[in-house]
Each structure stands twice: as C-alpha cells, then as structure tokens.
C-alpha cells in the first residue's frame, strides 16, 4: 500500500492534462452549440465524465462545422 | 516559395485553431507520463485488486521504455493519423483549395506545407512524450543507467516520418477522411505483416519500431537498424513524390 | 484587344460533349453576359480558361498567353469567383486576403492597405467576425473581393446571382458595374435580366456551340424581331379585330393572352401600317399600343428551340 499512496503525486500531472482537455472541450461545447449528432447535455457529459476519451471523441467525430 | 510559406503559416494556425496539436500534445504527453507510471504500479495495482495474482519478478526501468514504445506506435501514432486523416478531404469537400491554386499557389506546395506541418507537430508531441516518459523513469528507478535510450526513440520517431507519408498519398487519392484512414492502416498492415516474414524481416522498416527495446536492453545492435532506416526515408520520400504527382492531376 | 479568345474548344466526359468546338473572344474592357441553361457547360468552359480542366481540344489564349492544364501562369491575369466560394471558416475576411496577398506575392502593407479598400467596395468593410458566420451574399462579396485582389485584367464569376436573393443579386451586380471601368468583367448565368442590366457583351452557349454572340445590341438587331401588342377593353373587340381579313396572315405567329395579342414581324412597319388601317376601319380603340424592343428572354427561347 505505502507503493501505491507514493505513487498519488505523480498522477496528479496526468490528472491535470485530462482536466485541461475536458475543460478545453467542455467549453467548446458550450460556445458552438451545433454538433453532428446529439446535444449539449450529452456531449457535456461525454467529455467531463471520459477522461481523456471523451474529449478526443468530441472533437474528432462530435463537433460541428464552425460557425 | 511565397505560396508555400503562406500555406505552410496557414496549416499551423488551422492546427491550433482546430485543437488538433492541442488533443495529440496531451496525448502523447498523457502517455508518455503513465507508461513509466504504469510499469512500476500496474503490478501492485493487480495485486491489490486480485490477491492471489502471481506477483512476477519487479518492474525495472525497461519495462518503462516498453511501455512507451507499445503505447506510442499503437495509441500515440493511432490518434496522429486519426486526427490528420481529415487534412485533405477538408479541403476537398468544401473546394477551399481552388481559390488559391487559381491564385498561383502551386499545387505541389500545398503537398509540402501539409506534410512539413504535420511533421512539425508529430515532432513536437513525439519528443514531449520522450522527456515525460524518461523523466519518470529517472525519477522512479534513480540510478539506473541504459544505454541507447535516445537512439531507439529516434528511430521510432523516423517511423512517424514514413506514417505521415503514407497517410497524405491517402488523403490526396482518397476524397473521404475514413477511406484515407484505412488505406494508410492498410499499408502500415502490410509493413508489419511484411516484418514477419523472415528474409525481408532484416530490411523491413516495421524493426524500427519493433526491436527498440532489444536496442535498449542490448539485444539487438544499432548496425540492425542500418538498413530499415535507409529503406524507410526511402519509402517516405517516395510517398511524398507520389503524393505531390497524383495531386497535380486531382481536380479540385 | 481581347482579353480572352477561346478557338476550336472541345471538351467530353466519359463520352459526353459537354463543349463542342466553342469559339469566342471577351473583347478588353467589356462585361461579356455568358448565357446558358443549367448543365450547358458553362462551369467547365471556365474551369477550362483557369487550367483547372484539360480541354479534349482546342486552344484557349489570355492575354496573349495559351493557357495549360495544371499551370497557373496565365491565372495572374485572371480573378476566379467560383458559384459557390469557400473559404476557411475560422478566418476573418481581412485575414483570409492576407493570405491571398501572400500568396501573390504582396508586401504585407500593399496587402493591408488593398484588402481594406476592396473589403468597403463590397461592403464587408467594417465585418470583425469570421466566415463561418458569412451569409451566401457575403460569401459571394467576399470573393469578388479576393478575385480582385491581384488586380485581374479578366474578373471571371460563375454564377454570382444564381443563390442570392433579389437584395443580394443587386449588390453583386452593382459590385460589377462598378468594377468593370477597371476590369474586364466575365460572368455566367442563366439569369436574363442581370444581362440585360449589366452587360454590353453575351454569348449564348447551347450544346456546347455559341450560338448567338456579339454586343448586346447586334444580337438584339440580328436575332430578335420586334413585336407589337394590342389590349382591348372587352373580348369582343378583341374578337373582331382578330376576325378581320388584313390581320389574318399575322396571327400565325401572334399570341393571343386575355385581352391582349401580341404580333410579332420583322417588317414592324408594315405590320403597323397594316393595324392601324384595320383599326381605323373598324372604329376598335385599343387600351393600349406598345411596340416591345426584343427581349433577350424571347431570343433564348426561340434559339434554344
């Protein structure tokens, strides 16, 4: 266990690049509400809830055109 | 040269604008942190979750440098083409290109701005990813010395060169992202289908990302690289030669 | 001098003639109205004059230079407004002509200072925010603006009015007046009556020929013919005008709507000459007598016959 506690701090950087992706994604849902499919909600909620993969889905297959 | 600096300038901006270089920088980045971190807890972590899990013998500093190879040629490089497979059949679809080749920016140009980009960006994500993993490594098995770390990442470095060539010959003959994406997983395919076979297997670029490694464990010597290294900047410039000639004849 | 001559141009798709052995000349310093119906080949004769297509045959000369596939020498005379044009969303209108200047080959402050003049000339002048929220009309001001940018001898437009509506369809077109004291101005449409607004030049493309050329007044003298129409106030009158002996051999070729009909001729003169005895005999007062200059719309109908 003590390995496992000793290991917390260097997960913190991974933790920190998921959440500036999340946050980066999750305000671009907000600023561009047109998607390709689905809707606000649901794409806020892919990308805070799966880190890392939610993000990445959204912007490659969820955004939509620019406007 | 005006119209490939200005493309080139353009190519950038689209990339930071389109958070592509943003999403593939944290992902090489995330993995390049979490391989090392991986192999030193992944065990502890199954053998809390599974108690009676054989525990093997303790992770050492290689198994970091495994794990950063596995994770890069397979996620990191995976999510690279994935992202760029949409360069040209953005392009394509909404006709932005006529508008500047009728301008005079030759066509050729456009090929070279693309892939110096791409490179650019591969360049930084890959290196980035690099320094995580071998500042983890030197941080969790302090003291240990190997030898040719920088050397193996090099040469799987060489081999996003030869990906990214691959994947513009697609996306200039293919209009649709999906079918650029799979004709360059299908190449790559063949490539590593192509390693196994054995009299090739020593010429094959696929041992670049194969045996780095053995090069770092001392089981394969650089002189093995030699070949595969030459035959691979080969392919990658002749991707781009073909490339550059298919889309002098594309109609925009 | 021509800005444009295009000779013996041949071009067919999988079989197809879309063009078959077109010659015209753009005179300098004209606005040439090219004519035709959807699918005529009109895209693809000016896809053909920017190098973008390779014609089966035939040679196609700008500005003294022959033009080639795949190159883009001769484009440096030319300015391209493609029907629909598409720019990079995220851009501002300014920044995309940035990229254009430097693409030419533009100092940075010629660019500047020559985007902003063309960006007030069509009325995008003080527009901050990116494409990706431009209107069709925009979109099309922008990329006149963008042509212009190289200052073309020869502004080629294909199709600038055909999305637009009629607010939109003004502006362009006063754009191109404007413009066309500096530039000679190309652009087709299937339009009429933007030709007949604009143009002092048009050519009629139909399978693949130019079948009617020239200014806009020869044509109108060689191909049309003048007609006269005649409304009466009740159908009766209408009736008996019609049933009289001199009249008989123009109503061939008249169209009788309600109270109207209207008698096409050549010989105008003769043809009024003719109604009016009629008219004075029979003591019919029409409500109206007007003699209709040819329109373009009737010749269209009558060539593509």
């Known amino acids: 266990m003590d390995a496992l506690l000793e290991m917390l701090p260097l997960l913190i950087p991974i933790l920190v690049l998921d959440a500036v992706l999340a946050v980066v994604a999750a305000l671009h849902v907000l600023r561009h509400p047109h998607y390709r499919f689905g809707n606000k909600a649901f794409w806020l909620v892919v990308v805070v809830v799966f880190l890392l993969i939610g993000p990445i889905t959204y912007f490659v297959i969820g955004r939509g055109e620019e406007q | 040269m005006n119209g490939y600096a200005a493309f080139l300038k353009k190519e950038l901006t689209e990339n930071m604008k389109n958070y592509r270089f943003l999403i593939l920088f944290a992902v090489f980045l995330i993995f390049g942190l979490a391989s090392p971190f991986l192999a030193k807890f992944m065990p502890e972590i199954l053998s809390a979750v599974a108690a009676d899990m054989q525990m093997g013998s303790a992770p050492v500093a290689l198994d970091a440098w495994e794990q950063f190879y596995k994770n890069i040629s397979g996620v990191g490089f995976s999510a690279f083409i994935i992202l760029f497979g949409s360069c040209m059949s953005s392009e394509y679809s909404k006709g932005t290109l006529v508008l500047l080749v009728t301008k005079g920016l030759p066509r050729r140009a456009v090929i070279f701005a693309k892939y110096t980009v791409a490179a650019i960006l591969m360049t930084a994500c890959y290196w980035a990813g690099f320094i995580a993993t071998y500042c983890y490594t030197a941080y969790l098995w302090p003291g240990t010395m190997l030898s040719h770390v920088f050397t193996a990442a090099f040469y799987l470095w060489l081999i996003g060169f030869l990906y990214l060539s691959i994947l513009l010959l697609g996306c200039v003959i293919f209009k649709q992202t999906f079918t650029s994406i799979l004709f360059t997983g299908g190449i790559v395919a063949v490539i590593s289908l192509l390693g196994i076979v054995d009299p090739l297997a020593r010429f094959n670029p696929f041992l670049l990302t194969s045996k780095n490694v053995d090069l770092i464990s001392g089981a394969a010597s650089v002189s093995e690289f030699l070949m595969p290294t030459v035959i691979s900047i080969a392919i990658t410039i002749i991707g781009l030669w073909f490339a550059t000639i298919l889309f002098d004849g594309k109609q925009l | ?305």
């Open chain 3, 1 to 305: 001098m021509n800005v444009l001559t295009i000779q013996g141009l041949s071009k067919a798709f999988g079989g197809q003639k879309i063009i078959d052995n077109l010659n015209m000349t753009v005179p300098e310093g004209s606005v040439f109205g090219f004519i035709g119906q959807n699918g005529a080949g009109k895209t693809t004769t000016m896809k053909m004059v920017l190098g973008l297509l390779r014609p089966n045959q035939g040679e196609i000369i700008v500005c003294n230079e022959p033009v080639h596939f795949g190159q883009t020498k001769t484009n440096q005379y030319i300015g391209y407004l493609p029907d629909v044009p598409e720019f990079y969303d995220y851009m501002t209108p300014i920044r995309y002509l940035a990229l254009c200047g430097e693409i030419i080959g533009l100092s940075k402050a010629e660019t500047y200072q020559r985007g902003e003049e063309l960006l007030s000339l069509v009325g995008l002048g003080n527009v901050k925010k990116t494409i990706g929220g431009f209107s069709r009309g925009m979109k099309q001001r922008l990329g006149i603006a963008q042509a212009l940018l190289t200052r073309p001898k020869l502004l080629i437009c294909d199709e600038p009015t055909s999305a637009l509506d009629p607010v939109g369809r003004k502006e362009i077109l006063d754009i191109l007046r404007k413009i066309s004291s500096t530039t000679t101005v190309l652009f087709s449409t299937h339009i009429l009556s933007d030709v007949e607004r604009i143009c002092d030049h048009a050519a009629l493309l139909n399978q693949g020929k130019i079948v009617v050329g020239g200014t806009l007044s020869e044509i109108k003298a060689l191909h049309g013919h003048e007609s006269l129409l005649l409304e009466f106030p009740t159908d009766d009158a209408l009736h008996t005008f019609k049933s009289q002996e001199a009249i008989q051999p123009l109503l061939d070729t008249a169209e009788a709507n309600g109270k109207e009909i209207i008698l096409h001729s050549q010989e105008m003169e003769k043809v009024q000459h003719t109604v009016f005895h009629v008219l004075a005999e029979t003591a019919l007062c029409p409500i109206k007598i007007e003699i209709m200059e040819p329109s373009l719309e009737s010749l269209f109908l009558e060539v593509i016959k």
